[in-house]
């Protein structure tokens, strides 16, 4: 059977670190990029006789996710000890949730070529995150840091709803849009601040039994997740089509070779000895805490986006791209309630503004100018006292030094001629000095038409009112 004759089932496992200024259950930096260890302790050391203290911040975070998700938020929920023994993790637990996280039941939904699917959450839960093994960092010797270990992470785990690659990526972008939005995380995947498992199985078309499942690892960007995802469902159907086995295990994706590699056998629950955390009390959450972050929550990515199309009358492509960061749509907000043209503005934003942010590797926060600028010099390209193509230029400037845009015209002698009587001298001109083009013209060759425009804009230096200049040459020329 080919693999188009198999159903695979898809779910994930996101861990989000929070963007949290100090650890989970101590006061220690949660700064990335730290020298090696600097960043530690006696709690996130693991140190005998040390107490953890619960950030709060962490759960006003876990909380504000779980509404967003729409999910159940647990007013009791319990913390525990996850055992399991591997260099970078000095305590040989990991502090997390099991029985009673503090979310459950939600839903997120994606679009998919057949339209919008509901991918159901399974649960959220609060844990810290271990260490970091460097392996080959020299001489052959691995070394731990220990910067990450204690750094607080939500996992996210989702139901066996995705039914391909596709949709997983799906899943993780509009997952990653929401909780930047919420602004608990910086979706930085580089950094592993967002970063996800995937559990993969295959079943025949037509079956409602799960096939083994195995866990990949080492998805730390969509390319991969795609990859490895493919890549696993053709391995486990060649594996069926053999006569073997699919074995329950967790699989390390290389991203050198293109494939995956057995890491170790997946362990069960049972393995881990889960047990509740001694130190800690379970976590009780009152209905009015839950309510204050509720009210506290922005709009989300998705809603935003139909708002746009609804509101600004704006296609969905453009919506999309405007509302994918929120910085970018409060400052498209900022600029439409300047200059009403929503679509106008928008074609500004996804041409000329875009692209000089990614030129300067820079993002819409550190933009020069203002709302009330970028909307003056809208409105003299409308006008005509600035022609399209010297408006660019002028937004370059703005950009640059944050000047307005009448400043920059009246420097650089950009405005454009927009007097009639200028403007018909220098055609009476060019239409004088090219009596044989004006006969081409008359006998049928109106391409030569776009001779004269450009004599004509070439004469006035490029500040010709194109308008004017079209409509003087079609009278001169009798159309």
């Known amino acids: 059977m080919p693999v188009s004759d198999f159903q695979p089932v898809i779910g994930l496992e996101v861990h989000a670190q929070l963007l949290t200024q100090s650890k989970i259950f101590c006061g220690c930096s949660t700064a990335f990029g730290a020298e090696p260890n600097r960043n530690t302790c006696p709690v996130c050391l693991g140190m005998p006789g040390v107490l953890p203290v619960l950030n709060e911040r962490v759960v006003d975070f876990a909380i504000?996710?779980?509404?967003?998700?729409?999910?159940?938020?647990?007013?009791?929920?319990?913390?525990?000890?996850?055992?399991?023994?591997?260099?970078?993790?000095?305590?040989?637990?990991?502090?997390?949730?099991?029985?009673?996280?503090?979310?459950?039941?939600?839903?997120?939904?994606?679009?998919?070529?057949?339209?919008?699917?509901l991918i159901r959450v399974r649960r959220i839960h609060m844990e810290e995150d271990a260490g970091k093994s460097v392996h080959d960092a020299g001489g052959g010797q691995s070394l731990v840091d220990l910067n990450r270990a204690g750094v607080p992470l939500l996992e996210i785990v989702s139901e066996p709803d995705l039914r391909d690659a596709d949709e997983a990526v799906e899943y993780l972008k509009a997952l990653r849009d929401v909780l930047v939005y919420l602004g608990v995380n910086d979706g930085n995947l580089d950094e592993g601040s967002f970063r996800c498992d995937a559990n993969v199985s295959v079943m025949p078309k037509g079956s409602d039994t799960y096939g083994q499942r195995c866990e990949l690892k080492n998805l730390n960007s969509f390319r991969f997740v795609k990859q490895a995802i493919e890549y696993e469902i053709s391995r486990q159907v060649d594996?069926?089509?053999?006569?073997?086995?699919?074995?329950?295990?967790?699989?390390?994706?290389?991203?050198?070779?293109?494939?995956?590699?057995?890491?170790?056998?997946?362990?069960?629950?049972?393995?881990?000895?889960?047990?509740?955390?001694?130190?800690?009390?379970?976590?009780?959450?009152?209905?009015?805490?839950?309510?204050?972050?509720?009210?506290?929550?922005?709009?989300?990515?998705?809603?935003?986006?139909?708002?746009?199309?609804?509101?600004?009358?704006?296609?969905?492509?453009?919506?999309?791209?405007?509302?994918?960061?929120?910085?970018?749509?409060?400052?498209?907000?900022?600029?439409?309630?300047?200059?009403?043209?929503?679509?106008?503005?928008?074609?500004?934003?996804?041409?000329?503004?875009?692209?000089?942010?990614?030129?300067?590797?820079?993002?819409?926060?550190?933009?020069?100018?203002?709302?009330?600028?970028?909307a003056e010099l809208l409105g003299a390209v409308d006008q005509g006292t600035v022609s399209a193509n010297a408006g660019k230029d002028v937004l370059a400037e703005m950009f640059r030094t944050g000047r307005s845009a009448s400043d920059i015209i009246a420097e650089k002698g950009l405005a454009q001629?927009?007097?009639?009587?200028?403007?018909?001298?220098?055609?009476?001109?060019?239409?004088?000095?090219?009596?044989?083009?004006?006969?081409?013209?008359?006998?049928?060759?109106?391409?030569?038409?776009?001779?004269?425009?450009?004599?004509?804009?070439?004469?006035?230096?490029?500040?010709?009112?194109?308008?004017?200049?079209?409509?003087?040459?079609?009278?001169?020329?009798?159309?």
């Open 64 to 117: 504000r996710t779980g509404l967003a998700l729409e999910c159940r938020v647990n007013a009791k929920s319990v913390w525990s000890r996850k055992n399991y023994f591997y260099p970078d993790l000095p305590k040989g637990y990991q502090i997390t949730q099991y029985d009673l996280p503090i979310c459950e039941y939600g839903k997120l939904l994606i679009d998919t070529p057949q339209g919008e699917k």
């Open 239 to 374: 594996v069926i089509e053999s006569g073997g086995k699919v074995d329950q295990e967790t699989r390390l994706w290389d991203v050198n070779k293109g494939v995956s590699r057995s890491m170790r056998s997946k362990e069960d629950a049972h393995d881990y000895r889960y047990f509740p955390e001694p130190d800690l009390p379970p976590l009780h959450v009152t209905t009015e805490v839950i309510e204050a972050v509720g009210h506290e929550l922005p709009e989300l990515p998705r809603a935003k986006l139909q708002r746009f199309v609804n509101q600004y009358g704006l296609p969905v492509y453009d919506a999309r791209i405007l509302t994918a960061e929120r910085p970018l749509a409060d400052f498209f907000e900022a600029c439409a309630e300047r200059y009403p043209d929503a679509k106008k503005l928008s074609n500004w934003f996804l041409g000329e503004l875009l692209r000089l942010l990614k030129e300067e590797g820079s993002t819409v926060t550190s933009v020069r100018f203002t709302p009330v600028q970028l």
């Open 417 to 479: 001629v927009s007097d009639t009587g200028a403007i018909e001298a220098v055609v009476d001109d060019i239409l004088a000095k090219n009596a044989g083009e004006i006969e081409k013209y008359r006998a049928g060759k109106k391409q030569v038409f776009g001779f004269f425009v450009g004599q004509v804009m070439r004469a006035m230096k490029g500040k010709g009112n194109p308008a004017l200049v079209n409509e003087l040459l079609k009278k001169k020329l009798g159309d």
